[in-house]
């Protein structure tokens, strides 16, 4: 992704080029003086990964959002500090509502941010939306596979081993949060296993949520040897839970969480994860939003979906069983 001012990456990217004044000469030229600045300037990616959260948190902290773990937001404000990340103009113009200043906009289309949607629209500002979609016929998408990162984390669980696999998802009616728990689903019926919904729980994709549906799963009284978690945040939880339980990881309870945390492989045990490409996400964004700007009625609407990565570490070694068999071979 790209700091700087033509493009602000955070849960609100925007372009503030003035109107009437001509784009940079290339898409090149932007990438390269992008490029030669990403060392000495720090942006809300930078600040997501010495954090440990997502960009969404990050820029929900930093404006003063309700409903963030006190924990989170000390650990965000120090990372700011710490790189000395300053929001861009781009993002006060827009809390001003100086929305002659924007060309355009790259926006995660969360609750939080459906009056800026409904701004940019309202003035015919070009948006591309990333993480998920919005309903309508005109806006560009960029988007992770989420099915097959929650498939292929279920899938992975199940061929070392794991057979009560709990999920803990967001929101349905969000589409990550609809999309992983259908991928745990597909994983489960390729395996010829039928879904229990008593595994299955959907919370509000933050922290508190993942500790206490953690306890829930934890307190039913049938088996549960793993736990797919879908998003950064609710792992953070789940693992306290376990942890306070004195649930041993892998030894106990396999885990997998979707999204990749910078400590994710520091820790004592380390955490296997489903790892948003997050460069190609913005890059990919970013070259779409100026196709946009410079020739808005060239193109149509487009869904651009990006694949993710499994990266296996400790947290989901093989069972025993799977382990003895694997040395009688």
Not at 209 to 233: H, M, V
Not at 251 to 263: A, K, R, S, T
Not at 273 to 299: C, D, H, K, M
């Amino acid at each position: 992704m790209f700091p700087g001012d033509p493009l602000h990456i955070g849960n609100v990217f925007t372009t503030h080029v003035e109107k009437g004044t001509a784009l940079l000469a290339s898409l090149k030229t932007f990438l390269n003086r992008q490029c030669k600045n990403r060392q000495s300037m720090a942006n809300i990616l930078d600040v997501a990964k010495r954090a440990g959260v997502s960009i969404s948190t990050v820029s929900r902290v930093l404006n003063g959002k309700d409903h963030v773990n006190e924990d989170v937001i000390i650990r965000v404000r120090q990372a700011a500090q710490e790189l000395q990340y300053q929001p861009s103009r781009a993002a006060r113009a827009l809390r001003a509502n100086q929305t002659e200043r924007v060309a355009g906009a790259i926006i995660t289309p969360t609750r939080e941010q459906q009056r800026a949607l409904k701004l940019f629209r309202e003035h015919n500002i070009p948006i591309v939306t990333v993480d998920r979609r919005v309903k309508d016929n005109e806006t560009d998408a960029v988007l992770v596979d989420n099915v097959r990162g929650a498939r292929e984390a279920t899938a992975h669980l199940l061929a070392n081993g794991y057979r009560h696999i709990g999920i803990i998802s967001g929101p349905i009616a969000t589409t990550t949060g609809h999309e992983r728990l259908e991928g745990y689903r597909q994983a489960l019926r390729e395996a010829g296993i039928v879904h229990n919904p008593e595994l299955e729980r959907v919370g509000s994709f933050k922290e508190e949520s993942g500790q206490q549906l953690t306890y829930e799963l934890l307190d039913r009284g049938q088996p549960l040897d793993a736990l797919f978690i879908a998003n950064n945040l609710m792992t953070l939880g789940a693992l306290a839970a376990l942890n306070e339980r004195g649930k041993r990881i892998p030894e106990d309870i396999g885990v997998v969480g979707f999204d990749e945390m910078q400590w994710a492989s520091l820790n004592a045990i380390s955490l296997t994860t489903v790892a948003q490409p997050i460069y190609e996400i913005g890059s990919t964004a970013a070259l779409r939003l100026f196709q946009r700007l410079q020739n808005p009625a060239a193109f149509t609407r487009q869904e651009i979906v990006l694949a993710p990565t499994l990266r296996v570490r400790d947290s989901s070694r093989p069972r025993p069983d799977v382990l003895a068999n694997q040395a009688s071979v």
